[in-house]
């Protein structure tokens, strides 16, 4: 890998993470500010977090396995690897 490569792939690890660490404080700051947990609004707002969620730590993950960073035990869902 050259010098270059490997500072886009550091970069990249960087943003996903970076992007991955907001979405999470995003949706614990949307838990700060709860207090009626019957609005339906709460459902929708927090499905669209989640989902947020979820792209960044897949994006964090791909870019992670690009790298060539990769512990099976810790970053797969399946309890079986």
Do not use: C, H
């Not at 404080?25 to 947990?37: I, P, S």
């Amino acid at each position: 890998m050259t010098s270059r490569m490997a500072d886009k792939t550091i970069i990249a690890l960087r943003e996903t993470a970076l992007a991955y660490a907001e979405a999470v404080r995003t949706t614990q700051r949307f838990f700060d500010r709860l207090e009626d947990t019957d609005d339906p609004s709460v459902l929708v707002e927090y499905a669209a977090l989640a989902e947020r969620e979820k792209e960044a730590q897949e994006a964090r993950l791909d870019a992670l396995e690009a790298a060539g960073i990769e512990v099976p035990s810790i970053d797969e869902s399946d309890s079986d690897n």
